[in-house]
């Protein structure tokens, strides 16, 4: 069974920096697009960045140039570097991996609260 688990996440300042990473775990996993999504209280479960195989990254309009999606070398690893952060980032942030004929996994989620 495939586990996909988050981690990173916490308290940061407007302004601030925080790394989220995430990894799959279980029988042999080659997934084929890795993405993270975050939901606010109150609010849908919205798209915050996506990377595919080929390394393409597509990112929700609210993130772009403050938040980088990145793979790490040959293993089930996807990473979200968050600059420049802001009150509104606030949110519990979701990984999910998907590979070919297989239903996606999700993590738990991890918590970031921006506050001053």
């Known amino acids: 069974q495939v586990q996909v688990a988050e981690s990173g996440g916490g308290l940061a300042q407007p302004g601030g920096s925080l790394r989220l990473s995430c990894a799959a775990s279980?029988?042999?996993?080659?997934?084929?697009?890795m993405a993270w999504y975050r939901q606010a209280p109150g609010k849908e479960r919205e798209l915050v960045a996506r990377i595919i195989v080929s390394g393409h990254t597509e990112y929700g309009d609210s993130v772009k140039g403050r938040f980088t999606i990145s793979r790490g070398n040959g293993d089930n690893t996807v990473y979200l570097q968050m600059s420049n952060l802001k009150l509104e980032d606030t949110a519990v942030y979701f990984c999910?991996?998907?590979?070919?004929?297989?239903?996606?996994?999700w993590g738990q989620g991890t918590q970031v609260t921006v506050t001053s």
């Open positions: 999910t991996m998907a590979a070919p004929g297989l239903p996606p996994r």
């Open positions: 279980g029988r042999s996993f080659a997934p084929t697009v």
